[in-house]
């Protein structure tokens, strides 16, 4: 059901998708450590606007269960499919071995977990561990994620399209485009996104944000999704969407933001 906004006599930019659950045009939000009151405060407000939500890195370790599993119910109950980061599944690789993974991915079903994501950032899979670990994904009830990059240098972009078609052939739901990969000398990489923008499936990309983790200052970040939304529109997909800036994303997928519309930047 459409959501009953202030204003509604203004116009929207009718290429965005503002039903949920959509298809495209999907928000990541990323988070390490918020409240369940925090939480159900943001998803009141800004629910519309978010369609995933990653608990980040290995956090879910830390939290009591029963908070984890309150928090993750919470998301389903407004149409916000819970996301587990990637170095959870590092770890766990580097630590007990991929024999333990059916386990881990077991209690990542039973918790409420939806979406797994399977990256490299830190561990080095190997040769055909990917695809191993995305049908174990499958195989346990839930959607991959494979993120594709590197957090410390940049990569060939023809590598990075090969490795994006690679692990969507190999039955992953999204190809998630590391941030930094995105981003060359604190501005945005218009070689890559180009020639990702020519050679993949770009519905089914998500397109990270970059972050202060791996050295973006907060007008690099700003100028990165500016840079995406131009480029592939307002139902382009965002990932790395910090809790602070959720509605004020969706204000620059439509024009509404400090960038003005979208003919404008």
Request: charged share 25%; hydrophobic share 40%; glycine share 10%.
């Amino acid at each position: 059901m459409p959501l009953t906004t202030a204003f509604s006599n203004i116009p929207l930019d009718t290429r965005r998708s503002l039903e949920k659950p959509r298809k495209t045009g999907l928000t990541m939000v990323t988070d390490y450590q918020i409240t369940i009151e925090g939480l159900r405060g943001l998803l009141e407000l800004g629910s519309a606007y978010m369609d995933i939500f990653k608990v980040a890195t290995g956090t879910s370790r830390l939290f009591p269960r029963e908070h984890l599993v309150a928090k993750l119910a919470l998301l389903q109950e407004y149409q916000v499919r819970p996301f587990l980061g990637g170095q959870m599944q590092e770890y766990v690789l580097h630590t007990m071995g991929v024999d333990a993974m059916p386990a881990h991915l077991k209690e990542a079903k039973e918790v409420g977990f939806d979406l797994v994501e399977i990256s490299d950032n830190i561990v080095d899979l190997g040769e055909g561990t990917r695809d191993k670990l995305i049908k174990m994904v499958q195989d346990a009830g839930l959607a991959p994620v494979g993120e594709i990059g590197d957090k410390r240098d940049n990569s060939d972009p023809a590598e990075m399209v090969r490795e994006v078609n690679e692990v969507l052939d190999s039955g992953a739901e999204i190809a998630m485009i590391e941030g930094q990969e995105l981003m060359l000398d604190g501005k945005p990489n218009e070689e890559l996104i180009k020639v990702l923008q020519d050679n993949v499936d770009v519905s089914r990309c998500m397109f990270e944000l970059s972050t202060p983790r791996v050295g973006s200052t907060t007008p690099e970040i700003y100028a990165g999704k500016k840079f995406l939304v131009k480029t592939f529109g307002p139902d382009v997909n965002l990932g790395n969407v910090t809790t602070d800036v959720v509605i004020e994303t969706e204000t620059t997928r439509l024009g509404l933001g400090s960038a003005g519309p979208l003919s404008l930047m």
